[in-house]
Nanobody
Framework: QIQLAESGGGLVQTGGSLRLSCVTS????????VGWFRQLPGDEREFVAA?????????YYADSVKGRFTISRDNAANTIYLQMNGLKPEDAAVYYCGVNSGPVSTYRNAVYYRNWGQGTQVTVSS
């Protein structure tokens, strides 16, 4: 069963940047859409970005991060990145990556993702 591990979170000032990494135990390109989600305590997991199965160029973003965040997949390294620029206090959360083997139309819905990692904390100071 595929395993995922997130890293790269930390404390950054408003306007700063972070790059999150999601390392997978096997190749995801042909099998999975991979998504990044974020979650605050007591809230549901919120969609952030996803990269489509069988593609490294078809990507999807939440409106709140479009133009600031970039998702990418490095097939050789079995790693999916989330480059986050122009961070805002409202971006602070625990960030998770997961894999989705269902239809691409489900990319925004956390219910269709599985094998979540342990998460990585992002804190943005104002």
């Amino acid at each position: 069963q595929i395993q995922l591990a997130e890293s790269g979170g930390g404390l950054v000032q408003t306007g700063g940047s972070l790059r999150l990494s999601c390392v997978t135990s096997e190749r995801t390109y042909t099998r999975y859409t991979v998504g990044w989600f974020r979650q605050l305590p007591g809230d549901e997991r919120e969609f952030v970005a996803a990269v489509k199965r069988d593609s490294n160029s078809i990507t999807y973003y939440a409106d709140s991060v479009k133009g600031r965040f970039t998702i990418s997949r490095d097939n050789a390294a079995n790693t999916i990145y989330l480059q986050m620029n122009g961070l805002k206090p409202e971006d602070a959360a625990v960030y998770y990556c997961g894999v989705n083997s269902g239809p691409v139309s489900t990319y925004r819905n956390a219910v269709y993702y599985r094998n979540w990692g342990q998460g990585t904390q992002v804190t943005v100071s104002s």
